[in-house]
């Protein structure tokens, strides 16, 4: 989402598989692992016979040795903590998001729609003929004081009087 003009805001949605697949297949075969969770990473020293690398361990018991490591894990980073950078931040907000297929076509124009309730935004996005983006999101009271949170049953009203 962003402001293209001061009193604009425009939405574009990209499917987060097909992003992955167009870029995955511009490398060579088998050059990308896919699900590997990299567990932990150690720097090796130079020493007179090798250069400095970093040894990257992977959960399977896979091991890299690396010259160049690129951190883009997310917001709980491996690679971010293991540089001492700053522990994420609480936004004050809880998010569920997902993407539902219809097959035979969901019949929605392309068209964002959001429903704003106290403390409550939830969203559609079609992001094909056959695919809708949607998201929920509650606006949590700041950390220390108490949290607003939904109960199994007020979570399924929100979502049946939205989506349906
Ligand atoms: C509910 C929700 C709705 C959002 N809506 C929007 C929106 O409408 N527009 C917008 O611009 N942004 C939106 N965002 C924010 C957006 O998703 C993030 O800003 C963006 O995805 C961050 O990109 P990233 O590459 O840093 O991390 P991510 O997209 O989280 O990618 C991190 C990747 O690293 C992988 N990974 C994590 N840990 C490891 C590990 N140990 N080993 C190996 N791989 C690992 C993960 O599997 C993932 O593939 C939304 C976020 C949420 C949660």
């Known amino acids: 989402m962003g402001r293209e003009r001061s009193d ?6 990209v499917d987060r598989k097909a992003l992955l697949d167009a870029l995955a297949d511009e490398l060579p075969p ?3 692992r896919f699900s590997s ?3 932990s990473i150690d720097a090796i020293p130079a020493t007179s016979g090798s250069s400095e690398a970093t040894v990257l361990r992977l959960e399977d018991g896979a091991v890299i040795r690396a010259k160049i490591l690129i951190g883009c894990d997310g917001v709980h980073s491996v690679v971010a903590r293991w540089l001492g950078l700053s522990e994420p ?7 569920i998001r997902g993407l539902s297929v219809y097959p035979s076509g969901h019949g929605l124009k392309q068209e964002i729609r959001q429903y704003l309730s106290n403390g409550i935004r939830a969203g559609l996005l079609p992001i094909s003929n056959t695919g809708i983006y949607w998201y929920l999101v509650n606006n949590t009271i700041p950390q220390g004081k108490l949290r607003k949170t939904f109960s199994l049953d007020q979570f399924e009203l929100i979502c049946t009087e939205y989506f349906h």
């Open 89 to 95: 931040l609480r936004s004050g907000r809880s998010t």
């Open 8 to 13: 604009e805001v425009r939405m574009r949605a």
């Open 37 to 39: 969770k990299l567990v």
């Open 30 to 32: 088998g050059m990308v």
